[in-house]
């Protein structure tokens, strides 16, 4: 590279290149990641609901915000000032792989978050989904068949499989997305609630 002080931090030329890595390294949450449990009966909910006004009883009333699950790999995405600089499976929920290279390659993880009226946190965790869309499995599978290779057995093995890969340029050929659900630490900002954090960075 001729000119590496023209690099910007949200250059294409930042999102594949990198070297493989030999293995991954850890790193731990700035604050837990937990997991969601199922639910296969109405009774499931009422369950949790009386276990949340239990531990809520100074609250009379609640209200529930319901949104659609990815069916995918959790993953962490910390950003500073506005940058990436990290990207992190949800691992134990405590301590996760860092598999910053790879979350570089998914087109739809920005590496410098949009400019807004919001300003930005010092640093911020962005909780969220890589998955694949049916459409895109079924062509990735399609094409490793024509070129005799292992077939995947869902998109969500073949989401997580692929953000594991030592090599950026494998994860670069996968067609994932990201879906954004929540946030882990944020300084400087607070909300409570969902509905609050929705509006924030809306």
Not at 193 to 199: A, G, V
């Amino acid at each position: 590279l001729n000119h590496p002080e023209w690099v910007t931090k949200d250059s294409p030329s930042q999102r594949v290149g990198i070297k493989p890595e030999s293995d991954f390294s850890t790193f731990k949450h700035y604050k837990q990641m937990l997991s969601l449990a199922n639910s296969f009966d109405p009774n499931d909910l009422f369950d949790f609901h009386d276990r949340v006004t239990k531990n809520l009883s100074d609250i009379k009333e609640l209200d529930y915000l319901c949104e659609p699950k990815m069916d995918g790999a959790a993953v962490s995405l910390i950003y500073e000032k506005g940058i990436l600089v990290k990207g992190v499976t949800r691992g134990d929920g405590t301590v996760g792989e860092d598999i910053t290279s790879n979350i570089r390659t998914i087109r739809s993880i920005p590496l410098v978050l949009v400019k807004s009226s919001t300003k930005f946190p010092k640093l911020i965790e962005i909780r969220g989904e890589v998955f694949i869309h049916k459409s895109d499995f079924e062509n990735l599978n399609t094409t490793a068949k024509k070129n005799n290779q292992k077939i995947f057995a869902n998109p969500r093995n073949a989401a997580a499989g692929s953000l594991r890969q030592l090599d950026p340029a494998i994860t670069n050929t996968r067609p994932l997305a990201f879906f954004a659900h929540g946030i882990g630490l944020c300084e400087g900002l607070d909300f409570h609630t969902l509905e609050k954090m929705f509006k924030i960075f809306s």
